[in-house]
């Protein structure tokens, strides 16, 4: 685990996902830089660029276009969803699958308030989701459905995503959120999961919560791998 600092003067900088993409190639750490569309986000990334290389990870920048963390779900066998129309331009699709060597699939944003993809969309393992289809465009919905075919996936309210009920984070079988939503909840532990709570009010009032504050390293599987799973 790295801790990266809080950066003075960039007050969101607690949403450490928000600054890179960050995954594990072999014996090697790579990270593409975000490229935020706001000039108070990208306060921080001269900072968090010296943080990630002497953490060791070999850092590029994603410069082609507006490119936020929050905005890319990774599933386990390496593909990659791109949520855009806030924050994250759709064009850095195509920058994003050369960085990963992997399929990229983007997916069109609709609701203001669930402005990058991780507020609207969780991958929990293998076998689970959560999806608030209220957030994405009419094209994306379709597109969604079959990149997660196979996938057992939960749907969630407008309601339940406006107060954060996708933004978890996932430890083992653990699912760690900022407070309770009966419904899921209950669904998730029928299936065996541990949902763990935990107060975040202080985030939500910047915008972000749990999924916002951690930065996972994401362990790619080998091509050959990835290939004979599809």
């Given amino acids: ?14 949403f450490a996902k928000d600054c890179a993409l960050i995954v594990q190639r072999g ?16 306060a921080e ?12 990870a070999v850092v590029e920048r994603a410069m082609d276009g507006r490119l936020e963390g929050g905005d890319v779900v990774m ?13 994250s331009d759709r ?5 994003l699958a050369r960085f990963l060597d992997r399929e990229v699939t983007p997916l069109g944003l609709a609701n203001p308030h669930l402005y990058h993809l991780d507020m609207a969309l969780a991958v929990l393992d293998e076998q689970t989701a959560l999806v608030c289809e209220a957030a994405f465009d009419a094209a994306a ?17 407008l309601d339940e995503a406006m107060s954060f009920a996708v933004n978890c984070v996932t430890v083992g079988t653990s699912v760690l959120k900022a407070m309770r939503h009966p419904r899921i909840d209950t669904a998730l532990e029928r299936w065996g999961y541990h949902v763990v709570t935990t107060p975040l009010g202080e985030f939500h ?6 999924a916002c504050l951690v930065s996972r390293v994401h362990l ?10 599809s």
Avoid: I, K
Wanted: hydrophobic residues 40%; aromatic residues 8%; charged residues 20%.
């Fill in 205 to 210: 009032w910047a915008g972000g919560s749990a």
């Fill in 141 to 157: 919905l379709p597109v969604l459905r079959r990149a997660l075919a196979g996938y057992r996936v939960l749907s969630v309210t």
């Fill in 45 to 56: 990334q001269l900072r968090r660029q010296r943080d990630l290389e002497r953490a060791g």
């Fill in 1 to 14: 685990m790295v801790a990266l600092p809080f950066v003075h003067g960039a007050y969101d900088s607690v």
């Fill in 220 to 229: 790619l599987p080998p091509l050959a791998a990835q290939r004979n799973a």
């Fill in 91 to 95: 064009a850095m699709a195509s920058h």
């Fill in 75 to 87: 599933l386990p066998d390496g593909r990659a969803l791109l949520g855009y129309g806030y924050r």
């Fill in 27 to 42: 014996y090697t750490t790579h990270a593409l830089l975000a490229n935020p569309r706001h000039e108070q986000r990208r």
